[in-house]
Nanobody, 124 residues
Framework: VQLQASGGGLVQAGDSLRLTCAAATSGRAFGTYAAGWFRQAPGKEREFVAAIYGAATYYAESVRGRFTISNDNARNSMYLQMNSLKPEDSANYFC??????????????????WGQGTLVTVSA
């Protein structure tokens, strides 16, 4: 599956952004893949943000309660709604998907497909 992330930008602390990950699949619904969002700030390692498979979701502690991950099978897209943004949320955000429904693998960062990043910058 090919992934393309978009929706990043420059916002102020407390603002919201919605990231979109558009998937190109071989006729298979994107919702049948375990998928997720990751981020990497300059000088830091990539970190897990959120994962989704079917109705199951899981979030990193740092974003739980502020971010929401969702799928739209009709559009073969995945979203990350980010509310109450903080400067420490500034990073390049990547979407990723597994080849199957292995949810735990996505949480662990073991994805078979990665999209390019979309930059989120949150000013204080």
């Amino acid at each position: 599956v090919q992934l393309q992330a978009s929706g990043g930008g420059l916002v102020q602390a407390g603002d919201s952004l919605r990231l979109t990950c558009a998937a190109a699949t071989s006729g298979r619904a994107f919702g049948t893949y375990a998928a997720g969002w990751f981020r990497q700030a300059p000088g830091k390692e990539r970190e897990f943000v959120a994962a989704i498979y079917g109705a199951a979701t899981y979030y990193a502690e740092s974003v739980r309660g502020r971010f929401t991950i969702s799928n739209d099978n009709a559009r073969n897209s995945m979203y990350l709604q980010m509310n109450s943004l903080k400067p420490e949320d500034s990073a390049n955000y990547f979407c990723a998907a597994g080849s199957d429904g292995n949810f735990a693998a996505i949480v662990a960062g073991r994805a078979s497909s990665w999209g390019q990043g979309t930059l989120v910058t949150v000013s204080a």
